[in-house]
């Protein structure tokens, strides 16, 4: 095989396509459909609560014409970090809807699931043997952070795809994986160079995004060769430079040549960018180098509490002139009313118009702004109070005196009634460490299944 084609829809399974970009990607006939289904971005609260990360509507849109074009042609449809997390209530959500489709459209599915659960006690075993260690600034980990740990997961390389693509499947469901494996597996299982396919899928697994003007929900190909790979969008309003996918290639990354991941690192020093047109790039030179122990990402969260918002704004150019005060006033008393429980409540001001996104860190110069918008976050032991001290923090601050103060009716406007919302639990992450293994199968399970149908 000295030519592999890979069509990578979507930047997540679940944001939607373009029309035309389906129609094409299609018609260039691919070896592969690859999707991410996942990601840690959103927190730890999809992989705390079991919830999906996208909607099952729009999920459901999304597979059910990659489904019929994957049966149609031949190949397989790839997803990866199934129902966002990727953990065991998040695989099966995704294989409940692919197999609701297969019964609605008539489709005979071969499939195999690939699960990425770790039981608790083979991490508390790798705990005691010194084969876990934090990744990045995760403090070590203890056997009393191991208990309240929830679902736990393992990010899989590409030696659980390869093992999956053996069993010619129409289908592959993952759990939690590494994010080019759904493109690279299928070039690696065909003798293509690991680093080259690695690099291909760290450019697809976006979708569009790799193009300008770039987009999260449309459609990417990728031809791969036995020296490189060219990189296309399929929408005819969208272009790849030699600028954009160069700069997807250092996209969530903490070193810009080498991206470590399971097994190995990819080592893109000597990668080169070309434009072969003015919608298409040649990748080359990008290696894969594969590590002396084959280390897996560990992911785990935890309840945190339960979270009360309430969204106000400010008019008031004197209060927003003095509302550093003011809201460090409101804070004292309120951790005066709370008593010996306010080391166990979070109380959080984001005030957006001032420094809602970079805290600390924004640079507050010129005149202030003519309205800020505020939102009051409580995180505390229970629902209750959490939902009794955000209440106190609006109701002091609505009728709080500042300096120059007119109006007393009330300090802030709020969008909704009620005006306090209750958001339920929250999350934290509990396990974000490297545990060393035998091998990049362990430990991964595959299961096979079928759908009946006529097609």
């Excluded at 695989?91 to 489709?101: F, G, K, P, Q, Y």
């Excluded at 704004?313 to 804070?331: F, H, T, Y």
Aim: charged fraction near 25%; proline fraction near 7%.
């Amino acid at each position: 095989m000295d030519e592999l084609r890979v069509f990578a829809p979507t930047a997540m399974l679940g944001y939607g396509y373009e029309e035309v970009s389906l129609r094409e990607g299609l018609r260039r006939a691919p070896h592969v459909i690859a999707i991410d289904a996942g990601s840690t971005d959103a927190g730890p609260a999809k992989l705390g609560s079991g919830k999906p990360s996208v909607s099952r509507v729009a999920t459901k849109k999304d597979l059910v014409p990659l489904l019929r074009a994957g049966k149609a042609q031949g190949i397989p449809v790839v997803i990866g970090s199934a129902g966002g997390a990727g953990a065991a209530p998040h695989v099966a959500w995704t294989l409940d809807i692919v197999r609701e489709i297969a019964a609605e459209e008539g489709l005979a599915l071969r499939g195999v699931t690939i699960w990425a659960d770790v039981p608790k006690a083979a991490v508390g075993e790798a705990l005691a043997e010194g084969r876990l260690r934090p990744l990045g600034p995760a403090p070590e980990l203890t056997a009393e952070d191991l208990a309240a740990c929830g679902d736990i997961v393992a990010q899989m390389g590409l030696e659980p795809f390869l093992d999956a693509l053996e069993r010619a499947p129409d289908v592959i469901v993952a759990g939690r994986s590494y994010d080019p494996c759904m493109a690279a597996a299928v070039a690696v299982r065909h003798g293509f160079d690991p680093g080259l396919a690695l690099h291909l899928g760290k450019i697809v697994e976006c979708g569009a995004l790799c193009a300008t003007p770039g987009s999260g929900s449309d459609g990417i190909f990728a031809t791969l060769r036995r020296d490189h790979f060219d990189v296309e969008p399929l929408n005819p309003v969208r272009a790849c430079t030699r600028r954009s996918v160069a700069a997807h290639t250092f996209y969530e990354k903490p070193h810009p040549f080498h991206l470590a991941g399971p097994g190995g690192m990819l080592d893109l020093a000597d990668a080169s960018f070309e434009a072969l047109d003015a919608r298409t790039v040649r990748v080359r030179g990008s290696r894969f180098v594969p590590s002396e122990a084959y280390e897996l990402k560990l992911e785990s969260a935890r309840p945190a509490g339960h979270r009360t918002i309430c969204l106000a704004g400010i008019r008031d150019p004197r209060m927003i002139r003095a509302l550093d005060d003011s809201l460090e006033r409101v804070r004292q008393r309120a951790l005066g009313y709370l008593g010996d429980e306010g080391a166990a409540t979070s109380i959080t001001f984001r005030r957006y118009g001032l420094d809602g996104v970079l805290g600390a860190l924004e640079a507050r110069e010129g005149p202030p702004p003519r309205e800020v918008g505020l939102v009051i976050d409580v995180v505390s032991r229970s629902q209750a109070r959490a939902s009794a001290v955000c209440a106190f923090l609006r109701s002091t601050l609505l009728h709080l005196d500042y300096p120059g103060r007119v109006a007393t009716a009330g300090n802030l406007a709020f969008p909704f009634s009620p005006s306090d919302v209750d958001c339920g639990p929250v999350y934290e992450f509990a396990l974000h460490h490297l545990m060393r293994v035998e091998n990049g199968r362990d430990p991964f399970a595959l299961e096979d299944w079928t759908t009946g149908g006529a097609a």
